[in-house]
């Protein structure tokens, strides 16, 4: 049972996109949310939508996704690949 909850905790804190995040930490030296995200005045951004989202680590976004600011890029989803 503790291998299987260290597992969980090492996934948890890889930096992969994780999917249908609703809930999202600032990025690192950015005070502001990302486009659909909004400030919890704290340490976290929320959203009423599910978004697949990853930060970016300052670069730029991989192919498929869009970057909405403030760090973050969102997966491309849909016929315009927007939503």
């Known amino acids: 049972m503790k291998a299987l909850l260290a597992s969980c905790l090492l996934l948890a804190s890889t930096s992969v996109p994780a999917l249908a995040?609703?809930?999202?930490?600032?990025a690192e030296g950015?005070?502001?949310?990302?486009?659909?995200y909004v400030n919890t005045l704290g340490t976290t951004c929320v959203s009423p939508i599910y978004y697949e989202v990853a930060p970016t680590n300052g670069k730029a976004c991989l192919s498929g996704w869009v970057n909405i600011g403030a760090g973050y890029c969102k997966k491309k989803k849909g016929p315009l690949g927007v939503l």
């Open 21 to 26: 995040q609703k809930e999202i930490p600032k």
């Open 30 to 36: 950015h005070d502001q949310c990302p486009l659909g």
